[in-house]
């Protein structure tokens, strides 16, 4: 048996890569139901200042046919007290680099209050979707 029934996460997962299928697979591997939040083409411009190269369509496409995600929703903000109250999530999973962030800090504590756990999860050595961006620029 699983240890958490509703499991939430979410990312921009442009230029899908095995980082990205390790997280959801660790995260599947610990709930029963994983709902994944593909970050919207808005919000990931309003955040960095540039879109991914991936609209937010195909990523949604992309995400939700791997087998580990029950479903998919749109991140069209960084309120994830409101997702995880809105999902009926009792964990959320992060990659471990946040741990120890002042954001993750306070959504610990805003989390603990609706009976949710954070769960932060390794990283995937070598791989992210910058080094994939460095990589093209470079050919």
Same mark, same amino acid.
């Given at each position: 048996? @699983?240890? $958490? @029934? +509703?499991g %939430?996460?979410? *990312?921009? %997962?442009?230029?899908?890569h095995?980082?990205?299928?390790n997280?959801?697979?660790?995260a599947?591997? !610990?709930?029963?139901?994983?709902? &994944? *939040?593909?970050t919207t083409?808005?919000?990931? %411009?309003?955040? =960095? !200042? ?8 195909d990523?949604?496409d992309? +995400?939700?046919?791997?087998?580990? &995600?029950?479903?998919v929703?749109? !991140? /069209?903000?960084m309120?994830?007290?409101k997702?995880v109250k809105?999902?009926g999530?009792?964990v959320? $999973?992060? *990659? /471990?680099?946040?741990?120890g ?7 610990e =504590?805003? $989390?603990? =209050? +609706?009976?949710?756990? &954070?769960?932060?999860? *390794?990283h995937?050595d070598?791989?992210?979707s910058?080094?994939?961006?460095? =990589?093209?620029?470079? @050919?």
């Amino acid at each position: 048996m @699983k240890k $958490f @029934k +509703v499991g %939430y996460t979410s *990312g921009v %997962y442009d230029m899908f890569h095995i980082g990205h299928l390790n997280i959801l697979r660790r995260a599947k591997d !610990q709930c029963e139901r994983l709902i &994944v *939040g593909v970050t919207t083409d808005e919000l990931c %411009y309003s955040r =960095k !200042q540039k879109y991914p190269i991936i609209n937010e369509n195909d990523r949604m496409d992309i +995400v939700r046919a791997i087998r580990f &995600v029950d479903d998919v929703v749109a !991140q /069209s903000d960084m309120n994830k007290l409101k997702m995880v109250k809105q999902l009926g999530a009792d964990v959320v $999973f992060v *990659g /471990s680099d946040w741990k120890g962030t002042d954001a993750w800090i306070n959504y610990e =504590k805003e $989390f603990a =209050k +609706v009976a949710c756990s &954070v769960v932060y999860l *390794g990283h995937t050595d070598g791989i992210s979707s910058t080094i994939l961006r460095e =990589k093209l620029s470079k @050919k």
